[in-house]
């Protein structure tokens, strides 16, 4: 089972949040995915890695100066948060 929420974080910030309550990803694992999502050269170099929407999401939000941040334990959930800038009027 899964959930969204977004919200405006500050007057600044729109904030998604992905909860999954899943599988979860193991610390090794999660910090793998961490490094590959901190290199975007790499992702650039290797489009293949961008079947992973993962990989895709983080790079837009980038592109959005936003930020994304994945916290997991294994067997228990999985919750991605990603932070974007916004201008409110």
């Avoid at 999954?20 to 290199?39: P, Q, R, V, Y």
């Avoid at 592109?63 to 409110?88: A, W, Y």
Wanted: net charge negative.
């Amino acid at each position: 089972m899964f959930t969204v929420k977004n919200y405006i974080k500050s007057d600044n910030i729109l904030q998604f949040r992905i909860h999954d309550t899943g599988s979860g990803i193991s610390k090794e694992k999660l910090g793998n995915i961490k490094a590959k999502l901190a290199d975007f050269e790499l992702v650039r170099d290797y489009p293949l890695m961008l079947e992973s929407g993962l990989w895709f999401v983080n790079y837009l939000i980038n592109q959005l100066n936003g930020e994304m941040e994945i916290e997991s334990e294994k067997d228990k959930f999985t919750t991605i948060t990603c932070n974007i800038p916004v201008q409110l009027f």
